[in-house]
């Protein structure tokens, strides 16, 4: 029996793709063992979608001392 490791951004939300979801798992268990890993779509150092990171942003010099400083440059 194979081993599918499924990995996936986010989480579903609407009901017909956690039917189809489900449905589809349910058919491919009797040929391998489904592995689902959900990983979440954002990141902690994300300043603003249109923005950047906070990294090495003009518009926030004291953060990025404090980086630097903890980083050792």
């Not at 603003?48 to 990294?55: A, C, N, P, R, S």
């Not at 942003?57 to 953060?63: A, S």
């Given at each position: 029996m194979f081993d599918i490791t499924l990995i996936a951004m986010g989480k579903l939300k609407e009901k017909f793709y956690l039917s189809a979801a489900a449905e589809y798992e349910k058919r491919i268990s009797q040929y391998c063992r489904l592995n689902n890993i959900t990983i979440q779509p954002w990141s902690p150092?994300?300043?603003?979608?249109?923005?950047?990171?906070?990294?090495?942003?003009?518009?926030?010099?004291?953060?990025n001392a404090k980086l630097n400083e903890l980083e050792g440059n």
């Open positions: 150092l994300q300043y603003g979608y249109f923005v950047g990171t906070f990294l090495d942003n003009p518009e926030m010099p004291e953060l």
